[in-house]
């Protein structure tokens, strides 16, 4: 038995999903003609409250997107330094839109109008580059699955519009965000422009991210995912396992959430770890003891078949996952326990 919690993506597709892909309808959707794939997009313009989506084979891409249609080159675009968009896409904001970024800290990686404020590009001075996107991440993965309230979107959101500025949301882990918020996800169609979401993260399925926009964006949308390559054929075996996910997965993501504070809460009193992060979601990082480092407790780790990914040069995260059982929990934690360095 290996304990796989590198990531959230490590699933495999239940029976369940495996019926649902096996028995898709299907068609060739570069062509507009799968049956399974459009009813998944529907499904999650209606979700989340807006008009259009468009499939496509990964949160990169559905992020990428986003911010190239938002944007023209030269632009700027702002963001928790740590957000996903600009640390982890292989500096895809450079590439592929030809814009720079205004980086805020955050209150874990939380951007607030306060911050916002002083850093946006003043349109009329030829020196300064049009500030065009701010771009939000929910959970934040770099800080522990952080979450934003609703709340403290609509302020974001209405101040960068009064400021003639889009909203792109990477909601990689929206709905793990909302399992705790307990917010209807038909409110955020209402504060943003383009959405990201990920299928295969806590959702479990194999392949899969829908980029939820407003109409007018969508034929802009499905020209640039076909430029990045991301237009697929018979993909109504992904989609349904996407329909799946979010008809089957959504309302056990708090048994997630729960494995994760034992994970952080049974760390906390261990010798070996420094500082645990705040578990707020399905993600745990933490800090290991001076002295000792990731690599170490990661071989001290998989010699207990147990899986963690090095997050930094003195960080491990965790991240827990429709994959990681109770037995696999309690495992862990006697695990955590009998380990010294
Ligand atoms: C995983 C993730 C993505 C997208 O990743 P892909 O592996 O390209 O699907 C985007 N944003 C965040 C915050 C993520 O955690």
Not at 87 to 98: D, I, M, P, T, V
Not at 170 to 182: H, I, V, Y
Request: charged share 25%.
């Amino acid at each position: 038995m290996i304990i796989d919690l590198r990531s959230d993506t490590v699933t495999r597709p239940t029976p369940g999903m495996r019926d649902a892909m096996f028995s898709a309808e299907v068609g060739d959707d570069v062509f507009g003609e799968d049956p399974t794939v459009k009813k998944l997009e529907e499904k999650c313009a209606s979700l989340l409250g807006m008009e259009a989506a468009v499939f496509c084979p990964s949160g990169t891409m559905t992020n990428q997107i986003g911010i190239k249609i938002l944007t023209q080159p030269y632009d700027e675009v702002i963001c928790y330094k740590g957000a996903h968009i600009y640390k982890y896409e292989g500096g895809g904001l450079a590439g592929n839109s030809n814009i720079g970024t205004k980086l805020l800290k955050g209150d874990r990686g939380r951007i607030s109008v306060e911050e916002i404020a002083p850093v946006i590009g003043n349109i009329n001075d030829v020196h300064q580059a049009r500030t065009s996107v701010v771009a939000l991440e929910n959970t934040v993965v770099r800080e522990a699955g952080s979450y934003y309230t609703l709340e403290q979107i609509k302020k974001i959101s209405e101040f960068s519009r009064s400021k003639g500025m889009a909203m792109h949301l990477d909601g990689a882990r929206l709905f793990n965000a909302l399992t705790e918020t307990k917010e209807n996800p038909v409110e955020f169609g209402k504060y943003f422009d383009t959405i990201s979401i990920c299928l295969s993260k806590g959702l479990g399925t194999p392949v899969g991210s829908v980029l939820v926009c407003k109409k007018e964006l969508e034929l802009k949308a499905r020209r640039i995912r076909k430029v990045f390559g991301g237009g697929m054929r018979q993909a109504g075996f992904l989609a349904a396992a996407g329909i799946y996910a979010l008809d089957h997965h959504i309302h056990r993501l708090k048994e997630d959430h729960a494995k994760a504070k034992t994970l952080g809460n049974t760390l906390q009193q261990l010798p070996w770890v420094k500082s645990v992060m705040p578990v707020d979601t399905n993600i745990v990082i933490f800090e290991v003891a001076d002295g000792l480092t990731p690599e170490k407790c990661l071989a001290s780790l998989a010699s207990h078949q147990i899986k963690a990914l090095a997050f930094s040069a003195t960080e491990i995260r965790l991240v827990t996952h429709l994959d990681f059982t109770d037995d696999m929990l309690q495992h862990t934690v006697s695990v955590f326990r009998k380990m010294n360095f």
